[in-house]
């Protein structure tokens, strides 16, 4: 059945899953695009699926749960990009506990949707183990984080927590803890990769607090040419990633 108007109850609850309290309540968000879409069938995580009136069904999307179409005008309001995909998909909430601990993630206080879909992207490419997002940091199903991890975010076990109970956790489970900060720091180039390594990063503005920093091991910093301030947080996590990576 096409759905033509946007009274229609399920097209009034898909709208306010763009509303993270609406979210949260539903324990549901959205995703768009085929290669989302598909990440999603591949994870399990679609509860149903969306296309517009003009779309040509994959066979995949078919098999995947109910598919409700929707008149082109309603299906793009609904969308978050300009020139949509004619699919997407409402998935369900459910972060993943993270297992093994050698390698992981600290976010402090993100703010940037984009910084930290990339951080998630990053994270898997470079085999971590999983991340922590610390108080303050930015909604994970937030639309723009969602297209920035191309994926990840179905991939990667995540977790919420304070920081500060986090850190003695993790030490005390023989996890070695580095802040990044340019006081009384060691370069990237002079860290030991053995053993169990956690790495945290801080507020775009702000980088990470002092309380945390006051909890870890030691601190890092990436070495530069001296005419180049800082680099964008994602930026600079997924070049520590990198040099640590599994």
């Known amino acids: 059945m096409l759905i033509e108007s946007n009274q229609n109850a399920k097209y009034k609850h898909w709208m306010k899953l763009k509303q993270k309290k609406h979210r949260e309540k539903a324990g549901e968000f959205l995703v768009e695009g085929e290669h989302l879409v598909k990440e999603a069938i591949s994870h399990g995580a679609i509860t149903e699926i969306i296309v517009r009136e003009d779309a ?3 066979g995949e999307f078919a098999a995947a749960g109910p598919i409700h179409t929707i008149k082109a005008g309603l299906f793009d ?3 978050s990009t300009q020139s949509p995909q004619p699919v997407m998909a409402v998935c369900k909430m459910g972060l993943s506990k993270i297992g093994a601990c050698n390698r992981l993630l600290l976010l402090d ?9 990339t951080l998630i992207r990053s994270a898997a490419a470079f085999g971590f183990d999983g991340i922590i997002l610390g108080d303050g940091c930015v909604d994970i199903y937030n639309d723009k984080a969602i297209r920035a991890t191309q994926g990840a975010i179905f991939k990667l076990p995540m977790e919420r927590e ?12 023989g996890v070695r803890v580095l802040g990044t900060s340019l006081a009384q720091a060691t370069p990237l180039s002079g ?5 169990k390594l956690a790495f945290i ?3 775009e503005g702000s980088g990470v607090s002092k309380e945390l920093l006051g909890l870890t091991d030691g601190n890092i910093f990436i070495e530069m ?22």
């Open 191 to 195: 860290v030991s990769a053995s053993g």
């Open 77 to 79: 309001k609904l969308a």
């Open 56 to 58: 040509i069904m994959d």
């Open 201 to 203: 990063l801080g507020n």
């Open 162 to 173: 304070n920081l500060s109970l986090a850190i003695p956790r993790l030490q005390q489970g």
């Open 109 to 117: 206080a993100i703010q940037d949707p984009g910084n930290l879909g």
């Open 225 to 246: 040419r001296e005419f180049v301030e800082s680099l964008n947080v994602s930026i600079a996590g997924s070049v520590i990633m990198y040099n640590f990576r599994q």
